[in-house]
T-cell receptor, first 115, second 114 residues
Framework: AQKVTQAQTEISVVEKEDVTLDCVYE???????LFWYKQPPSGELVFLIR??????QNEISGRYSWNFQKSTSSFNFTITASQVVDSAVYFC????????????FGKGTKLSVKP | NAGVTQTPKFQVLKTGQSMTLQCAQD?????MYWYRQDPGMGLRLIYY???????DKGEVPNGYNVSRLNKREFSLRLESAAPSQTSVYFC?????????????FGEGSRLTVL
């Protein structure tokens, strides 16, 4: 069965600190995709990144970076030099090949960045 | 840049009442989805439509019906609302079915059933 676990329910940091959001997934499929979404206080969900199971290269986009490790079934998200605007709920999600839309979401991690 | 538009944004219903949540996308996407978001539960898929003319059940379909009216529109109907259906509902679309395409979400519809 597929499952996504975000063990950190809430994290609070002070601006400019680095913070890592953990995501552990379970799947029996060898082809799958992992996602991160951001949900700011306004409520909409914003797509951040998609990785497929064959691409374990880490990715960096500005202050954001993602560490995908198949050996530990983890897809962690790091924000460097956090800012108040990073305050949001972050969701990790998993989709298996052929799932046609059944994106399995973790329960989310609420990040609060204080000035 | 409308993207995915949901209406209404807020609704209060009494138990047993019916209502329809409307969703429209202007990105010419093939696939559309309805999710619900409950505190501490993340998002759960209710129904999806991989392409015009098809609909399939997701993880939590009980108590809901859907209609893919055309390529642009995908509605979610509650025939007899129950307090357990109090939630925030999100419509989403993608260029092609996941997993290859990311989902674009609407702003959400907050439904309260008394």
């Amino acid at each position: 069965a597929q499952k996504v676990t975000q063990a950190q329910t809430e994290i609070s940091v002070v601006e400019k600190e680095d913070v890592t959001l953990d995501c552990v997934y379970e799947t029996r499929d060898t082809t799958y995709y992992l996602f991160w979404y951001k949900q700011p206080p306004s409520g909409e969900l914003v797509f951040l990144i998609r990785r497929n199971s064959f691409d374990e290269q880490n990715e960096i986009s500005g202050r954001y970076s993602w560490n995908f490790q198949k050996s530990t079934s983890s897809f962690n998200f790091t924000i460097t030099a956090s800012q108040v605007v990073d305050s949001a709920v972050y969701f990790c999600a998993l989709s298996e090949r052929g799932s046609q839309g059944n994106l399995i979401f973790g329960k989310g991690t609420k990040l609060s960045v204080k000035p | 840049n409308a993207g995915v538009t949901q209406t209404p944004k807020f609704q209060v219903l009494k138990t047993g009442q019916s209502m329809t949540l409307q969703c429209a996308q202007d990105m010419n996407h093939n696939s559309m989805y309805w999710y619900r978001q409950d505190p501490g539960m993340g998002l759960r898929l209710i129904y999806y439509s991989a392409s015009e003319g098809t609909t399939d059940k997701g993880e939590v379909p009980n108590g809901y019906n859907v209609s893919r009216l055309n390529k642009r529109e995908f509605s979610l109907r509650l025939e007899s609302a129950a307090p357990s259906q109090t939630s925030v509902y999100f419509c989403a679309s993608s260029r092609q079915g996941t997993p290859t395409g990311e989902l674009f979400f609407g702003e959400g519809s907050r439904l309260t059933v008394l």
